[in-house]
């Protein structure tokens, strides 16, 4: 529900979502539900995600990826990702369902590296803050008064 209700806040008709090939079913359907034209690229190919961005004729774009994908264990370089969605002025949404207790504290997760007094790079230039966009339309949050 959280990846439903975050894509379809995040993604509306004029935004492109570039979706990992092998992401997780939640996050697919979440891309069918928000009715936004979905580029699908290779898994882990970040000359791909480059090509969307670049190629896309859609206002805003949303990649879409997991920080440890779910059926092989393997991770995505959130780094590279980010720095992709900074220069094409993309919103980056990482689900972070398998990787949180899994991969250590060391470990590149959560894009700031998860180290204390880390500053975790804010949305491009642009965009509304990405954490109330998808609270308060997002329906896997109605009812929900909490801060996030």
């Known amino acids: ?15 492109l979502i570039i979706s990992d090939a092998h992401n997780h079913a939640s996050l697919i359907d979440a891309c069918r539900l928000a009715k936004a034209p979905t580029s699908i690229v290779a898994h882990n190919d970040l ?3 480059e090509a969307a961005l670049a190629g896309r004729q859609q206002s805003e774009a949303l990649v879409v990826v997991e920080s440890v994908y779910s059926v092989f264990g393997d991770t995505a370089d ?9 220069r094409y002025d993309a919103l980056l949404l ?3 369902a ?9 470990a590149a997760v959560g894009m700031g590296g998860g180290r204390r007094g880390e500053r975790i790079p804010r949305p491009p230039r642009g965009h509304r803050n ?4 998808a609270r308060l339309p997002g329906r896997g949050c109605a009812g929900s008064r909490s801060r996030p």
Do not use: K, Q, R
Request: glycine share 10%; aromatic share 0%.
């Open 1 to 15: 529900m959280s990846n439903i209700a975050a894509v379809t806040a995040l993604a509306g008709p004029d935004t």
């Open 47 to 49: 000359d791909a995600v």
């Open 78 to 86: 959130l780094p590279c990702l980010l720095d992709l969605c900074v």
């Open 94 to 96: 990482v689900d972070e």
């Open 98 to 106: 398998h990787g949180i207790g899994v991969t250590g504290a060391e």
């Open 130 to 133: 990405a954490v109330e966009s």
